[in-house]
Each structure stands twice: as structure tokens, then as C-alpha cells.
């Protein structure tokens, strides 16, 4: 249990923690959405309520450095668990660093079983280190030959969402110029199929499982459009879909042909080959994962189910021991806020729709997929369309939620997720992403309203920028850069502002405020909520960054 804090007893109704998911502080005015939506409530919350920055992305949230954009996983974590742990990317890269990774037993048995088959890496082929990096991917290839596998096969899933949208060539031609350097001496290793990550095989939440489908059938099927590589496959693809960004580029075969032009795919799945996910973060892994793993499996009909050595990077889930066989641990998340506010006997409400409930629950818990008792978690089911298409997304339904849990008087701790922030600034679309932010600010208005009914107070937070850079920045200036024409190069990854942490308080008189830091991040939230409920933190926590005066 935690322990009752003599400072401050308590705020009288329940604690709030609002994510706008993708709300950063913008360093320009040219490119924010933020800047250029019309957001009546949050102008007013800035101006009239105690508020302050925190660090949201690099090491603050345990990526390797600096240079690293928050995320979703990373963010999540760390407001849940109050505590910053070293994330996959670091993980992974340090074991790799200290070749750890080689002397595990996954690897072994990946490599032991690829000397009779074919090894194939699935995963995102990109350096975004949201939920991979290519070095990772260099350095397996350069040992599974180093250990005597013959023949490595590579489904790359297209990025253009954690990197710049159309890059896709930027990462395709090199690596194919290495794994033709490399294949020297009976080692065969080549880029076997690919698509567009948006498009096929990384759905989460089961959001959008015929995308998976789509994934199985070109990397283990060997279903798709044929092309002779992977760079001539994404020059093909770009000129028969014109505007289509690298994250939603159909799926690609490479073939080999013979003189009738008869393709036959390179490297379908087949039964005794091993199949690395080099994915380290888990939302998007879980389901092809199940689809590999799973005897018993419904979602869609595999057609063929090959009897494969299968690895992911990391387990993808703990609870679930998804996949059991996994090349590095993740990490142990222990102490989570959700856990001791339910060891302390709180009830706990959760809510926000499918493509980010993971987030308010899986990640916020720890990578944990099952609830903590007490715990009430809500999905609102997400659209599936383009969400440029509908930037409102379900805010107003996740709000009805919210307010009716808060209505209901059963809950002392309740947190949700507004996605469109960041959905919709993944689109690149900048006049969508206003609306997005638009959407949220309302959202927000009505959500308030309901705290104050509740008698409770609310922290309104984000977990990592997006909308607020909407054109990429000159690499030397950090300015938005300009193309030839004087035209913005639209920009679809997250960024590396800090985000906002305001203290909605219309309960304890002008008592509360909050510290402002240089290291204060989302790591000190779960410490705040318990202060604000008149509760010590756990020692494992950050500090609370509340001020009682
Ligand atoms: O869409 C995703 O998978 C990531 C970007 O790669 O975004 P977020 O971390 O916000 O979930
Ligand atoms: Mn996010
Ligand atoms: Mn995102």
C-alpha cells in the first residue's frame, strides 16, 4: 500500500490524466498544427492554470540518446510506471555491442535451425528506433554468415512514418549494394518481399487484421506484384501509385524469372526455415507473431501454416509469453503506477480507442495485457480509414466514456488516451492535423467540465510530439526547410519537443501548483498523481512534481 502523505491530503474527487497523444511544444510557428488550430480550452489552460514542459523523448524516456524521438511504447512506459528503464533500442543495441545477443540461446537455435533451411528477418526497415533499427538487422545478417547459414531472406515493411515519408530508397538501395558485397562464398542473402507498414503486417491492437493478412500472404505465401529487387520494386510501386507516402505503398514479391517471364518468388516461408522479427517494440509485433506461433488460429486462414524456428527481438509480451523464443529480454518493468494505486485499494478507469488502448493499458501497465484489480479498461473502436479522412477520430466517444465513468462516482484514478494528435499527424496532412488538434481541444472542454462536477482536478499531458512539426526541419538549421519551389516537405514522424504538463485545478483553492525543472519528464507523473491523491509515491518513483503552498 502506499503510504498517506502528511503535506497534502488529497484532492476531495478523483485524479484525471488526460494523454493527447502527439502534443508537443512547437519550436516554430511555421508547420505546428498546434499553433494554427483554433483551441479555445487549451489557450485557456495555458494561461490560467499551472503548467510546465517535460522531457518526452532520448534518454529521458530510456531511448539510447538524444537524438532519439519519443514514442508511444517509450511515453506510455514511463507515465505508467514513473520509473525510466533502458527501452528495446538500447537494450538491443547494447547487446549487440557486447555480442550478448550471439550467445543466447534464441539466436543459437535461429541459426541451428537456418543451416538446413533459409533465415528470414521480418521487420521495419528503417533507422526510426521506434520499433526497429536496420544496424540491428546488418549485424545478424553479417553473423548468420559469420555462423555458417547459407541462405538469409528479408521482408521489409516500408517506413516513411518514424523517418521522412518518401525515404524508402534512402535505406533499400544501400542495404541491397551490402547484401550483394556480402553474399560471397554459397551465401545468398537478399531482400525476399516488402510493403508499406501502414499497408500490410504491423496492425496493432487487432485493429485491422486483414492488414496482416496481407502480410502473410507476401512474405510466406509469396503472393504479389513481382519485381527482379527491392529498389526496383519501390520505383515500380511510386510510379504506379503517384502521391502514395512509403508507409502505405502496396506489397511487393521479388521473383526470380526465367526466359518466358515466369516469376518465382525468392523466398517464401517453408517449413524447417527460422524467421527472425527484429521488431523490438511490441503493439505492432503481437500479431504476426500470433500468426506464426498460434496451431489454433482464427483471425485469417493462413492457407498454410510452415513449421518455422520462430524469434521475435524481444518478447513481445510477458503475460502471454509472446513469443516464447525472443533474442534479447525486455525490460523488466516492475512497480507500475497502475499496480500499487490498486495495491492502495483504488479503483481505476482506462479508456481510449483501439489504436491507442494498448497504450492506456498494455504499455501504461508495463507491457502488461492483463488488468490490475480494481482496474476498469474501456475501448472505443477506432475507424478504419484513413484518419485524414476523419481527424476527429472518436474524441468525442472516448469523452462520453470518460464522463460517464467520472459520472458514475466509482473511480479515484481514470486516464485516456485522445489519439488524433498523433494519427493524424503521422498522415503528414497539416490541414487534417488541425482539425485533429481542434478535435481535441473540444473534446477537452467537455472532459473538464465533468472533473469539475467530479470535484476532481486533472494533469493534461502528452506523451511525445507530433503535430506540433509538420514539415521536416533543415538538418543544419532545425528550421522547416524549404524545397526549390518555396513549397514545406511534409514531415510524418514524431519530434523531439518537450510536451506540456498542466495541473487542472479548480478544487484546492490556488494551493497546487507544479515545479519546473530541467530534468522534470513523464516519468514524474505517476508521483504527481499520487501526491495530488494524497498519497506518498513509491520509492521507486521520480519525483512528484507537485507544490503544495
Ligand atoms: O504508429 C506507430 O507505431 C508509432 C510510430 O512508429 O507511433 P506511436 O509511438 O505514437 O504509437
Ligand atoms: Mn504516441
Ligand atoms: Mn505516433
Same mark, same amino acid.
Given at each position: 500500500?502506499?503510504?498517506?502523505?502528511?503535506?497534502?491530503?488529497?484532492?476531495?474527487?478523483?485524479?484525471?490524466?488526460?494523454?493527447?497523444?502527439?502534443?508537443?511544444?512547437?519550436?516554430?510557428?511555421?508547420?505546428?498544427?498546434?499553433?494554427?488550430?483554433?483551441?479555445?480550452?487549451?489557450?485557456?489552460?495555458?494561461?490560467?492554470?499551472?503548467?510546465?514542459?517535460?522531457?518526452?523523448?532520448?534518454?529521458?524516456?530510456?531511448?539510447?540518446?538524444?537524438?532519439?524521438?519519443?514514442?508511444?511504447?517509450?511515453?506510455?512506459?514511463?507515465? +505508467?510506471?514513473?520509473?525510466?528503464? *533502458?527501452?528495446? =533500442?538500447?537494450?538491443?543495441?547494447? &547487446?549487440?555491442?557486447? $555480442? %550478448? #545477443?550471439? /550467445?543466447?540461446?534464441?539466436?543459437?537455435?535461429?541459426?541451428?535451425?537456418?543451416?538446413?533451411?533459409?533465415?528470414?528477418?521480418?521487420?521495419?526497415?528503417?533507422?526510426?528506433?521506434?520499433?526497429?533499427?536496420?544496424?540491428?538487422?546488418?549485424?545478424?545478417?553479417?553473423?548468420?554468415?559469420?555462423?555458417?547459414?547459407?541462405?538469409?531472406?528479408?521482408?521489409?515493411?516500408?517506413?516513411?512514418?518514424?523517418?521522412?515519408?518518401?525515404?524508402?530508397?534512402?535505406?533499400?538501395?544501400?542495404?541491397?549494394?551490402?547484401?550483394?558485397?556480402?553474399?560471397?562464398?554459397?551465401?545468398?542473402?537478399?531482400?525476399?518481399?516488402?510493403?508499406?507498414?501502414?499497408?500490410?503486417?504491423?496492425?496493432?491492437?487487432?485493429?485491422?487484421?486483414?492488414?496482416?493478412?496481407?502480410?502473410?500472404?507476401?512474405?510466406?505465401?509469396?503472393? +504479389?506484384?513481382?519485381?527482379?529487387? *527491392?529498389?526496383? =520494386?519501390?520505383?515500380?510501386?511510386? &510510379?504506379?501509385?503517384? $502521391? %502514395? #507516402?512509403? /508507409?502505405?505503398?502496396?506489397?511487393?514479391?521479388?521473383?526470380?524469372?526465367?526466359?518466358?517471364?515466369?516469376?518465382?518468388?525468392?523466398?517464401?516461408?517453408?517449413?524447417?526455415?527460422?524467421?527472425?522479427?527484429?521488431?523490438?517494440?511490441?503493439?505492432?509485433?503481437?500479431?504476426?507473431?500470433?500468426?506464426?506461433?498460434?496451431?489454433?488460429?482464427?483471425?485469417?486462414?493462413?492457407?498454410?501454416?510452415?513449421?518455422?524456428?520462430?524469434?521475435?527481438?524481444?518478447?513481445?509480451?510477458?503475460?502471454?509469453?509472446?513469443?516464447?523464443?525472443?533474442?534479447?529480454?525486455?525490460?523488466?518493468?516492475?512497480?507500475?503506477?497502475?499496480?500499487?494505486?490498486?495495491?492502495?485499494?483504488?479503483?481505476?478507469?482506462?479508456?481510449?480507442?483501439?489504436?491507442?488502448?494498448?497504450?492506456?493499458?498494455?504499455?501504461?501497465?508495463?507491457?502488461?495485457?492483463?488488468?490490475?484489480?480494481?482496474?476498469?479498461?474501456?475501448?472505443?473502436?477506432?475507424?478504419?480509414?484513413?484518419?485524414?479522412?476523419?481527424?476527429?477520430?472518436?474524441?468525442?466517444?472516448?469523452?462520453?466514456?470518460?464522463?460517464?465513468?467520472?459520472?458514475?462516482?466509482?473511480?479515484?484514478?481514470?486516464?485516456?488516451?485522445?489519439?488524433?494528435?498523433?494519427?493524424?499527424?503521422?498522415?503528414?496532412?497539416?490541414?487534417?492535423?488541425?482539425?485533429?488538434?481542434?478535435?481535441?481541444?473540444?473534446?477537452?472542454?467537455?472532459?473538464?467540465?465533468?472533473?469539475?462536477?467530479?470535484?476532481?482536478?486533472?494533469?493534461?499531458?502528452?506523451?511525445?510530439?507530433?503535430?506540433?512539426?509538420?514539415?521536416?526541419?533543415?538538418?543544419?538549421?532545425?528550421?522547416?526547410?524549404?524545397?526549390?519551389?518555396?513549397?514545406?516537405?511534409?514531415?510524418?514522424?514524431?519530434?523531439?519537443?518537450?510536451?506540456?504538463?498542466?495541473?487542472?485545478?479548480?478544487?484546492?483553492?490556488?494551493?497546487?501548483?507544479?515545479?519546473?525543472?530541467?530534468?522534470?519528464?513523464?516519468?514524474?507523473?505517476?508521483?504527481?498523481?499520487?501526491?495530488?491523491?494524497?498519497?506518498?509515491?513509491?520509492?521507486?518513483?521520480?519525483?512528484?512534481?507537485?507544490?503544495?503552498?
Amino acid at each position: 500500500m502506499l503510504q498517506k502523505n502528511s503535506a497534502f491530503a488529497g484532492v476531495p474527487g478523483p485524479v484525471v490524466v488526460i494523454v493527447m497523444d502527439g502534443y508537443g511544444i512547437p519550436k516554430h510557428a511555421v508547420g505546428s498544427a498546434i499553433e494554427a488550430a483554433r483551441k479555445p480550452t487549451l489557450d485557456r489552460l495555458f494561461a490560467r492554470y499551472p503548467n510546465i514542459t517535460l522531457r518526452a523523448h532520448g534518454t529521458a524516456v530510456g531511448m539510447p540518446s538524444d537524438d532519439d524521438m519519443g514514442n508511444s511504447e517509450v511515453g506510455h512506459n514511463a507515465i +505508467g510506471a514513473g520509473q525510466v528503464y *533502458a527501452q528495446g =533500442a538500447a537494450l538491443v543495441a547494447n &547487446a549487440i555491442a557486447e $555480442g %550478448t #545477443i550471439w /550467445q543466447g540461446q534464441a539466436w543459437q537455435e535461429v541459426v541451428a535451425a537456418a543451416k538446413t533451411g533459409a533465415l528470414h528477418f521480418i521487420g521495419l526497415f528503417s533507422d526510426g528506433n521506434v520499433h526497429s533499427h536496420i544496424d540491428h538487422l546488418k549485424a545478424m545478417v553479417v553473423q548468420a554468415k559469420a555462423e555458417g547459414v547459407k541462405t538469409v531472406r528479408i521482408h521489409a515493411l516500408l517506413d516513411g512514418r518514424d523517418v521522412p515519408e518518401t525515404s524508402a530508397l534512402d535505406y533499400v538501395v544501400p542495404f541491397e549494394a551490402f547484401l550483394g558485397e556480402i553474399s560471397t562464398d554459397g551465401f545468398d542473402a537478399r531482400i525476399a518481399s516488402g510493403g508499406g507498414r501502414q499497408y500490410i503486417t504491423m496492425d496493432r491492437y487487432d485493429a485491422n487484421w486483414p492488414m496482416v493478412a496481407r502480410g502473410w500472404r507476401t512474405h510466406v505465401l509469396g503472393e +504479389g506484384p513481382q519485381f527482379a529487387n *527491392a529498389t526496383a =520494386a519501390v520505383e515500380g510501386l511510386r &510510379a504506379s501509385h503517384p $502521391g %502514395t #507516402i512509403d /508507409q502505405d505503398l502496396p506489397e511487393f514479391v521479388i521473383a526470380e524469372f526465367d526466359e518466358n517471364g515466369n516469376g518465382k518468388p525468392i523466398g517464401t516461408i517453408e517449413d524447417g526455415d527460422a524467421v527472425v522479427l527484429y521488431n523490438f517494440r511490441g503493439d505492432r509485433a503481437i500479431e504476426i507473431t500470433r500468426a506464426f506461433v498460434e496451431d489454433d488460429f482464427s483471425e485469417f486462414d493462413r492457407v498454410r501454416h510452415p513449421r518455422v524456428t520462430y524469434a521475435g527481438m524481444l518478447q513481445y509480451d510477458g503475460d502471454l509469453q509472446l513469443p516464447s523464443r525472443f533474442l534479447v529480454p525486455p525490460p523488466a518493468i516492475r512497480d507500475t503506477s497502475g499496480e500499487w494505486f490498486s495495491k492502495t485499494g483504488l479503483a481505476q478507469f482506462a479508456c481510449s480507442e483501439t489504436q491507442k488502448f494498448g497504450h492506456v493499458t498494455y504499455f501504461w501497465n508495463g507491457n502488461r495485457s492483463s488488468r490490475f484489480d480494481g482496474e476498469t479498461w474501456q475501448e472505443v473502436p477506432s475507424d478504419v480509414v484513413p484518419f485524414e479522412q476523419r481527424p476527429w477520430m472518436k474524441a468525442a466517444e472516448i469523452t462520453d466514456a470518460m464522463i460517464a465513468a467520472l459520472q458514475s462516482g466509482q473511480y479515484k484514478v481514470l486516464r485516456c488516451n485522445y489519439a488524433n494528435g498523433d494519427m493524424v499527424g503521422h498522415t503528414g496532412n497539416f490541414r487534417a492535423a488541425t482539425m485533429a488538434i481542434e478535435a481535441v481541444d473540444l473534446a477537452l472542454g467537455r472532459l473538464l467540465k465533468a472533473v469539475d462536477k467530479a470535484g476532481g482536478v486533472a494533469l493534461v499531458t502528452a506523451d511525445h510530439g507530433n503535430a506540433d512539426e509538420m514539415f521536416e526541419l533543415d538538418k543544419k538549421t532545425r528550421e522547416p526547410a524549404v524545397n526549390k519551389d518555396g513549397s514545406y516537405k511534409a514531415k510524418t514522424a514524431h519530434t523531439l519537443n518537450p510536451v506540456p504538463l498542466i495541473l487542472y485545478d479548480n478544487v484546492s483553492g490556488g494551493r497546487l501548483g507544479l515545479k519546473q525543472s530541467e530534468t522534470a519528464g513523464l516519468s514524474n507523473i505517476a508521483a504527481t498523481v499520487a501526491n495530488l491523491l494524497g498519497l506518498q509515491k513509491h520509492d521507486k518513483w521520480d519525483d512528484s512534481l507537485l507544490e503544495v503552498k
